[in-house]
């Protein structure tokens, strides 16, 4: 059974601008999300659960994969596929979805988020040892 993630559950690169427009990764029971808080609410931020179709949830194997296929330089043939736009916008949507919580959910991010998550990604700020109560 999937957990129920909140916005407290998760963090954000710490190159990251403040307020609310980056990408948040949480961890929790052997799942990893991915959320775009630019989609916050005041419910959200009052500790709602996040909204399924607001959220890519894949398992923490799947999500440790795809960070060592980003360090690596490939987005391609991971569980979450990363388009860019011309206009340099990035699109994050679910490659294979692992359950039904990822059909049609995209997620949208500037330069600067992306880049900012690249940033975490690459420093390891995302990395399951950084969330003790993930398991």
Request: proline share 5%.
């Amino acid at each position: 059974m999937l957990p129920i993630f909140t916005a407290r559950d998760c963090v954000k690169a710490a190159r990251s601008a403040g307020g609310n427009s980056c990408v948040r990764i949480g961890r929790n029971n052997g799942w990893t999300v991915v959320w775009d808080d630019k989609l916050a609410t005041p419910e959200t931020d009052r500790g709602a659960p996040l909204p399924s179709d607001q959220t890519l949830v894949v398992s923490d194997e799947q999500f440790d994969a795809f960070q060592e296929a980003l360090r690596a330089g490939r987005t391609n043939g991971q569980c979450i596929r990363i388009q860019q736009s011309p206009a340099g916008r990035y699109t994050f949507t679910a490659h294979q979805a692992p359950h039904s919580r990822n059909t049609g959910v995209a997620l949208h991010f500037d330069s600067d988020e992306f880049d900012a998550f690249m940033s975490g990604v690459r420093n390891g700020e995302f990395d399951l040892a950084q969330f003790p109560a993930a398991t």
